[in-house]
């Protein structure tokens, strides 16, 4: 029979998987008190929560939710660093903060109801963010139709030059 502690934290998980973006499932045995604090504060400034559960706990919501099953992943310690936003935010923060403690490591991701591995990690911490992919869209859609006007209006430009030339 369930405690009333499982159950709330049951019901919380769920909104939260059901609202997030993108899910990263971590591992955080060995570091301690103050590096968890540090990590936390680097999700804070980045929008992601961060939250400790229990696999069983996880499993349930998982099944729940309808999401992928990821038991392979629920084993051991797992944290889970939720975005609601930005799916590559989670990643860019745990890189950086892998860089300074090897301790931590990703062991699976979901994004937008899809699971991946943690080899595609590596590829998200790399990635861009929207805004960034947004503005190399619009460049990228902006050149054609720039060089499409300037091709357009050469030959008047040279029409002109030549009358010009003609009239001196």
């Known amino acids: 029979m369930p ?9 919380e998980l769920k909104k939260v998987f059901e609202k997030a973006n993108s899910v990263y499932f971590t591992k955080y045995q060995g570091l301690d008190v103050g590096e968890i604090t540090k990590l936390r504060s680097e999700f804070y400034k980045n929008d992601v929560d961060f939250k400790v559960a229990k696999n069983t706990l996880l499993k349930l919501v998982l099944d729940e939710t309808k999401l992928p099953n990821l038991d392979h992943v629920l084993s051991g310690d797992t944290a889970i660093a939720v ?12 890189k950086k903060f892998m860089k300074e403690y090897d301790l931590l490591s990703v062991k699976g991701i979901i994004i937008e109801g899809e699971s991946f591995s943690s080899e595609y990690f590596e590829k998200l911490a790399k990635m861009n963010s929207k805004e960034v992919l947004l503005s190399q869209l619009i460049s990228m859609l902006k050149s054609p139709l720039k060089n499409l006007v300037s091709t357009l209006s050469s030959p008047m430009q040279n029409t002109l030059g030549v009358l010009k030339n003609i009239k001196k």
């Open 83 to 94: 975005s609601y936003e930005n799916p590559v935010s989670p990643a860019k923060v745990l």
């Open 3 to 11: 405690n009333k502690k499982n159950i709330t934290q049951f019901n």
